[in-house]
């Protein structure tokens, strides 16, 4: 649980960021860090402000200074990160929203949704990837100007809920056509219609097409550049540490940019991805098994990220081991993590 800013026992405003872990029931560290005498941005302190957590980051939006001033500044914290820092990711280069306070925030699409606030009946998104604020057309009027709403997003539908009633706004408008580019790169994948190049795994045939999986993998580019004679029409002998299954959701990737994951797939494929030189993948895999990190699996990780340079789980790692090292140290795990995740854990302080 994360706890930021709000008014104090003796009425201070406050930018102080206090995490609990909810499962030990203890207070696990504080941010800024008073020890420290290094200087990070933080937000500054504030109450009657929104934050929401989306992919592994947490958001602060808008709220009231201590002198009364409304804010309208957004900033955002990387949870997974090993060294806690805040940035200010607050457009600069187009129209912010009006300040308020008491807004509430939902996340649709790659963007956050500001809805609502005191004397404000609009709704702004602000574009994660782009860091960009845009105002939310909707299809229905909106119904409410209030503070210290309370929204949620069910079915692409946005619903206010208070003591008397319920209002529920479209977010999006039908559309007559529909991409079908995703569903047409499945088909295509497994069609094999006008494939020239073949691999074999476990024995099994696998059939692909040289340029789409050259343009999307520089291991295979490499591999058809270089006049060996995989590139003369030969089929191409997969080692035999290599599933066939894995080896297929590896070339699905390269075509459909998505695959199906389970958290034994995600291993084999990060492993997989790291050899054939596919980042994408590879990060994708990792950020599925941070949604799968426990203290039960955390050394399995830790070794998993350590030997196949997954920064993104390495430092998910740590984290977890640092909330759990009582337990784990009880039992004797952390003596099998690696040295180098070991030596970063108490070299460092969280």
């Not at 930021?4 to 941010?31: A, C, M, P």
Request: with cysteine.
């Amino acid at each position: 649980m994360y706890i930021f800013g709000g008014r104090d026992g003796s009425d201070e405003i406050q930018n102080t960021l206090h995490v609990f872990h909810i499962e030990n029931r203890k207070w696990v560290y504080s941010l800024p860090n008073e020890s420290s005498s290094t200087y990070t941005p933080t937000p500054s302190a504030r109450s009657h402000h929104s934050s929401i957590i989306v992919s592994g980051k947490l958001y602060i939006y808008g709220g009231r200074d201590d002198e009364s001033q409304l804010l309208n500044d957004i900033w955002n914290l990387d949870l997974s990160s090993q060294f806690l820092e805040w940035k200010d990711v607050t457009p600069r280069q187009n129209l912010s929203p009006n300040t308020r306070i008491g807004a509430s925030l939902n996340s649709f699409r790659a963007k956050i949704l500001i809805c609502g606030g005191e004397n404000c009946s609009s709704i702004t998104s602000y574009d994660i990837k782009e860091q960009q604020w845009n105002n939310y057309k909707t299809t229905e009027k909106i119904p409410w100007s209030r503070t210290s709403n309370t929204t949620t997003i069910y079915k692409d539908k946005l619903i206010l809920a208070t003591d008397k009633e319920f209002h529920s706004i479209a977010l999006h408008r039908k559309k007559n056509t529909k991409s079908t580019l995703d569903k047409d790169m499945k088909t295509f994948f497994k069609k094999k219609l006008y494939t020239d190049v073949s691999f074999i795994v476990e024995g099994k045939e696998i059939k692909a097409h040289k340029a789409f999986i050259a343009q999307r993998c520089p291991y295979f580019e490499k591999m058809f550049e270089s006049g060996m004679k995989e590139s003369q029409g030969n089929p191409i002998v997969v080692p035999d540490n290599v599933k066939y299954d894995i080896f297929s959701k590896l070339l699905e990737y390269l075509y459909c940019d998505i695959v199906d994951l389970d958290e034994e797939t995600a291993v084999d494929l990060l492993k997989l991805s790291n050899e054939y030189s596919v980042v994408s993948l590879k990060s994708f895999c990792e950020e599925f098994l941070v949604g799968k990190l426990s203290k039960e699996n955390a050394i399995k990780y830790a070794k998993l990220a350590q030997t196949y340079s997954a920064p993104e789980l390495r430092d998910a790692v740590l984290r977890c081991v640092n909330m759990h090292k009582d337990l784990l140290s009880e039992s004797g795990e952390m003596l099998s993590l690696p040295k180098a995740i070991l030596a970063d854990l108490y070299m460092q302080k969280y």
